[in-house]
């Protein structure tokens, strides 16, 4: 790897000043969503102009209601249920038992009306919103769209006529996993948090996806009304399911630009990135590494993505993140996590390197460095490399 010729006034300006992930050679859409009504004039795909679109059942319309921000867990909403009972039971003790007026009167109200207060709170979070001010998302035809409150600003988040791509990202406890959805208009994500049995009922589904860091600002799913869009585990999982039929590879691809607005997409058959093709069915090398460098007067820390096949050599660069999940308390530790997040924990680390030559660096969203390290890791290796990460 070489250093950066000497007297540039940034070694880091090839990645560091470059626009973010969903920047385009032309001008871009919304990377997060497009207003409904910009998108009526565009062309269809190729794949459907080819194919008589009449002769196609039109899929029935689904509806997927998003989670308020102040929206309480289910397993909290139960545990506000299971807790009224002992204080139910406890009054009827002290009124059978008690010998004093006051205990016997007062402490048993005051106990009745609190588990009252629980059930009662229990009960408005459990009731539906009205059908005026409810916010969510709509797959109608072969549009998912974005519906806010009280009848605001439709956005189309994805059309599914197009290549699309689905790539799951999860906290190392699972309790959180966010749908990043992506195609040639841009990204957006959906996230959805997962309790304790919700996590036991979507194990199939939370296996698929990528561990990344907790602290990862892109886990909000901040969608283009400025508010997260989050769903409930079945809603998520029902969305999958209707994204997968449309588009059967969806989970195993995305599709992106980098920072120079060049390619940027995988799947399970190649890697593209930096104007290069990388075939993930033939052997090829890789590893995993971190670099420093002086960003005016701060020191920035990178991860970078050495990938090497043939002729192609690339380096994948992004921001450094956290390394280690965020623990619950100071005695906890990390034996709960699963073999695939012990697995991309291991991917996420790299060795001290030096910093690559700026003419192979492709800066890329954080996001997306784990899910490709995991298919880079799954690819045929020549013989005189490393094993693979293990769990």
Not at 86 to 98: D, F, G, N, R, W
Not at 185 to 201: L, W
Not at 229 to 258: H, K, M, N, V, Y
Request: net charge positive; charged share 20%.
């Amino acid at each position: 790897m070489g250093r950066e010729a000497k007297g540039q006034k940034d070694p880091l300006e090839a990645v560091a000043t470059l626009p973010p992930i969903e920047a385009r050679a032309h001008e871009p859409p919304p990377a997060t969503g497009w207003p409904a009504a910009q998108r009526a004039d565009e062309p269809v795909s190729d794949a459907v102009a080819g194919s008589s679109t009449d002769s196609l059942p039109s899929p029935s319309a689904r509806w997927f209601d998003a989670t308020p921000p102040d929206a309480a867990p289910a397993g909290v909403a139960r545990s506000r249920r299971l807790w009224s009972i002992p204080l139910l039971v406890v009054a009827l003790v002290l009124v059978a038992t008690a010998r004093s007026v006051m205990v016997r009167a007062l402490l048993p109200l005051a106990l009745v009306a609190a588990a009252v207060a629980l059930l009662a709170r229990g009960r408005r979070r459990l009731l539906p919103p009205a059908q005026a001010s409810r916010r969510g998302l709509s797959l109608d035809g072969d549009q998912l769209v974005l519906q806010g409150k009280g009848g605001a600003a439709q956005h189309v988040l994805l059309a599914t006529r197009e290549r699309f791509g689905v790539t799951l990202l999860a906290t190392p406890r699972r309790d959180r996993v966010v749908a990043l959805l992506s195609s040639g208009a841009g990204m957006s994500s959906i996230g959805a948090s997962f309790d304790g049995p919700s996590r036991r009922t979507f194990a199939a589904l939370l296996d698929r996806a990528s561990v990344v860091g907790s602290d990862d600002v892109g886990l909000d799913a901040i969608g283009p009304d400025g508010e997260p869009i989050s769903l409930g585990p079945a809603a998520l999982a029902a969305l999958l399911d209707e994204l997968t039929a449309r588009s059967p590879g969806c989970l195993d691809r995305f599709l992106a630009t980098d920072a120079r607005g060049a390619t940027l997409s995988l799947d399970s058959l190649e890697l593209r990135a930096g104007g290069r093709i990388f075939d993930l069915t033939a052997p090829l090398e890789w590893r995993a590494f971190v670099f420093q460098e002086a960003l005016g007067q701060a020191l920035a820390v990178y991860q970078g993505t050495w990938v090497r096949q043939g002729t192609n050599e690339i380096v994948l660069v992004c921001l450094l993140p956290a390394m280690t999940p965020a623990l619950d308390a100071p005695s906890a530790s990390l034996g709960p996590l699963d073999r695939g997040a012990l697995r991309d924990l291991r991917l996420m680390q790299g060795s001290p390197e030096s910093p690559p030559p700026a003419d192979q660096r492709v800066a890329i969203d954080r996001l997306l460095m784990v899910p490709i390290r995991s298919a880079l890791d799954k690819a045929p290796r020549p013989a005189a490399q490393a094993p693979r990460a293990r769990a």
